[in-house]
Nanobody
């Protein structure tokens, strides 16, 4: 069982940077692949970034955020981060942290655990 709590979302200007955090509880955190998804009003939840379990040596990014966003994890602290640079108005959404046992996936329905989300609003 893994419980997730996101934080760090807020209103920012286009071009700003923001770091989202996801605090995970549960002794099996390290064995879970983690990901960030986002959902804008009227749209489906979409993949943003994922990181492999254990050392987190493998990462994946959506084309729309590649080169601007960086996902990372700190297993000792039970944390996953999403560093977002050069934010654009199109990045406005509720950002969700997801966890699934073992391998990464870019598909939301394959993630077992979810947080409640944190709102990111980018003003142009």
């Amino acid at each position: 069982q893994v419980q997730l709590v996101e934080s760090g979302g807020r209103l920012v200007q286009a071009g700003d940077s923001l770091r989202l955090s996801c605090a995970a509880s549960g002794r099996t955190f390290s064995s879970h692949a983690m990901a960030w998804f986002r959902q804008a009003p009227g749209k489906e939840r979409e993949f943003v970034a994922a990181i492999s379990n254990w050392s987190g040596g493998i990462t994946y990014y959506a084309d729309s955020v590649k080169g601007r966003f960086t996902i990372s994890r700190d297993n000792a602290k039970g944390m996953v981060y999403l560093q977002m640079n050069d934010l654009e108005a199109e990045d406005t959404a509720v950002y969700y942290c997801g966890a699934r046992l073992y391998g990464t996936s870019t598909t939301a329905r394959q993630y077992t655990y979810w947080g409640q989300g944190t709102q990111v609003t980018v003003s142009s």
